[in-house]
């Protein structure tokens, strides 16, 4: 069973894999992005996916549920509020303060993060049609625990739609997903990604379109390949 292909685009570049919430996920191998960091994609979800805490992406799943950061929805039924996890003796938690309008559209989504510094907070971009807001902590995001210790290890798996082991699985389309490594994007260039696609920022350590048909790989398009196994999921339309 496989993801499926999307036959939409995404509103800039590329296509989308359609993840069904139950065990759909693009395991994408160890990375490591050291620190500061920043991700971005593209997201259509139907509904807030497995237990209402469907991930977007998971770095790191040792089998005990111990990943070293997550972004997905938080856990509360119709919160359309998506939530950061940072994972550490105590684990630092951040949730959009406001939920999103619809679920069901086109998001763009992008977090950037110095895990190195317990006392940081994320930054958080998200877009509701043509407006792209940014959240920080008393600003549209909340910090709902505060953050203790040390992250876990870096240069583990990451996975998109998904935990790695094919729980809290996404529910709907992803498209277009990119990760930073060691660097902190500033918020003209999230803009710029928003507005242009993930080309017109140099740098990303890989690129996935999700633009795959009939294989059991998400092809990256960057120096560092990273063609990686779709696991889960069925043909889409």
């Given at each position: 069973?496989?993801?499926?292909?999307?036959?939409?685009?995404?509103?800039?570049?590329?296509?989308?894999?359609n993840f069904?919430?139950?065990?759909?996920?693009?395991?994408?191998?160890?990375?490591?992005?050291?620190?500061?960091r920043?991700?971005?994609a593209?997201?259509?979800?139907?509904?807030?996916?497995?237990?209402d805490?469907?991930?977007?992406?998971?770095h790191?799943?040792?089998?005990?549920?111990q990943?070293?950061?997550?972004?997905?929805?938080?856990?509360?039924?119709?919160?359309?509020?998506?939530?950061?996890?940072?994972?550490?003796?105590?684990?630092?938690?951040?949730?959009?303060?406001t939920?999103?309008?619809t679920?069901?559209?086109?998001?763009?989504?992008?977090?950037?993060y110095?895990?190195?510094?317990?006392?940081?907070?994320?930054t958080?971009?998200v877009?509701?049609g043509?407006?792209?807001?940014?959240?920080?902590?008393?600003?549209?995001?909340?910090?709902?625990?505060?953050?203790?210790?040390?992250?876990?290890?870096?240069?583990?798996?990451?996975?998109?739609?998904?935990?790695?082991?094919?729980?809290?699985?996404?529910?709907g389309?992803?498209?277009?997903?990119?990760?930073?490594?060691?660097?902190?994007?500033?918020?003209?260039?999230?803009?710029a990604?928003f507005?242009?696609?993930?080309?017109?920022?140099?740098?990303a350590?890989?690129?996935?379109?999700m633009?795959?048909?009939?294989?059991?790989?998400?092809?990256?398009?960057?120096?560092n390949?990273?063609h990686?196994?779709?696991?889960g999921?069925?043909?889409?339309?």
């Open positions: 069973e496989r993801c499926d292909l999307d036959h939409r685009a995404v509103p800039v570049h590329g296509m989308s894999l069904d919430g139950v065990d759909d996920e693009v395991e994408l191998g160890a990375v490591t992005l050291g620190d500061p920043t991700w971005v593209w997201i259509f979800p139907d509904t807030q996916g497995e237990s805490q469907g991930l977007v992406v998971s790191g799943d040792d089998g005990a549920g990943r070293r950061w997550t972004l997905g929805w938080n856990g509360t039924a119709a919160s359309k509020k998506l939530r950061y996890l940072s994972d550490r003796a105590t684990n630092g938690i951040w949730d959009m303060t939920g999103f309008a679920l069901a559209e086109w998001h763009f989504v992008a977090v950037v110095d895990g190195a510094l317990a006392a940081n907070d994320p958080l971009y877009s509701e043509n407006t792209l807001s940014i959240l920080t902590v008393g600003s549209g995001l909340t910090e709902t625990q505060t953050p203790v210790g040390a992250e876990q290890a870096d240069g583990v798996k990451l996975t998109v739609g998904g935990t790695g082991a094919g729980l809290l699985s996404f529910d389309l992803i498209g277009e997903c990119a990760p930073w490594a060691s660097k902190l994007l500033t918020a003209a260039e999230i803009a990604i507005r242009l696609g993930v080309f017109v920022v140099p740098g350590y890989f690129y996935w379109p633009d795959n048909t009939g294989t059991a790989h998400a092809t990256a398009l960057s120096r390949g990273r990686r196994t779709i696991a999921a069925v043909a889409g339309a």
